[in-house]
C-alpha cells in the first residue's frame, strides 16, 4: 500500500472545465470546473481507484512514461500522485474489533499501569507494517 505516480491527460472542454483520464488505469477519470478543480478531482479518483485495486488484490498496473502518452494538441499530460495508505486513513477509519491472546502476567502489569491495549496494537501494527505513525 504505497505511494503512486501516474500521468494524466488533462483535457480542457468547451465549457471551461477541465476532463481528466488516467491512460494506465482502466475506468479511471474525472473532471474539475478549473484546472485546480481538476487536479484535486484526478488526486482523489487516482487514489480511489489505486485503494479498490489494492483491497480487491488485483494487479496494480506499471505507470507509463509521461512522454509516451498521446494526447491532442489542446490536452496535456501531467503526474499525479496517489498516497492509499494517507486514503485509507481518511475514508476507511471504521473501527474493528479484534480479539487477541496474551500471558495472564503480562496482562496484570499493563493493566496495573492502565495501559491502553488497542492504542498499543494500533502503534505497533504501525511500526511492524512501516506506516509512518
Known sequence: ???YIYPAIFTPEENG???????????????GESLSDAYEMAEDVLCLCLYNLEKEKKDIPQSANMM?????????????????????RLYDNKAVKK????????????????????????????EKLHIEI
Open 1 to 3: 500500500m504505497p505511494k
Open 17 to 31: 472545465m477541465y476532463s481528466v483520464i488516467f491512460p494506465d488505469l482502466e475506468s479511471c477519470y474525472t473532471q
Open 68 to 88: 509516451n502518452i498521446h494526447h491532442d494538441s489542446n490536452s496535456f499530460v501531467s503526474l499525479v500522485s496517489a498516497d492509499t495508505i494517507e486514503y485509507r
Open 99 to 126: 480479539t487477541l491472546t496474551i500471558p495472564s502476567w503480562l496482562n496484570e502489569m499493563a493493566e496495573k499501569e492502565e495501559i491502553n491495549f488497542s492504542q498499543v496494537l494500533q502503534y505497533a501494527l504501525k
